[in-house]
């Protein structure tokens, strides 16, 4: 027996599997990501409450600059919340509306 953990099975393999189960396998596999590193679920969850909560083109915005935060944060060598603070913060989400003092100025903008 080895200590090395045996590959993940693709998502894609199983029976019921759906198309989106295949498409991430896939995109892991070009992106050179680790089999079932994508949690499609929290993916998911993150981008219908920011559509729900901020506006429908935030979804995918949202769920872009979650995996890039956690892109830097690995590359440092850091664990990441990005997807839960993501999640908070579109969760409370009140639009100051445009020309407030208050717009653009949410945590970390800026930095």
């Known amino acids: 027996m080895t200590d090395q953990t045996p590959p993940a099975t693709p998502r894609g393999a199983e029976p019921g ?3 989106l189960d295949r498409w991430v396998d896939a995109l892991e596999a070009e992106l050179g990501l680790p089999p079932r ?3 499609v679920g929290a993916v998911l969850d993150l981008a219908r ?13 949202t769920a872009y600059a979650v995996g890039y935060a956690e892109g830097l944060a690995a590359a440092r060598g850091e664990s990441s919340d990005a997807l839960d603070r993501a999640t908070s913060s579109a969760l409370s989400w009140q639009d100051p509306g445009p020309g ?4 653009g100025a949410a945590s970390g903008a800026g930095s």
């Open 17 to 19: 599997s759906s198309v």
């Open 37 to 39: 590193s994508v949690d």
């Open 49 to 61: 409450d920011a559509a729900h909560q901020v506006a429908r083109p935030a979804a995918p915005v």
């Open 100 to 103: 407030s003092p208050a717009a």
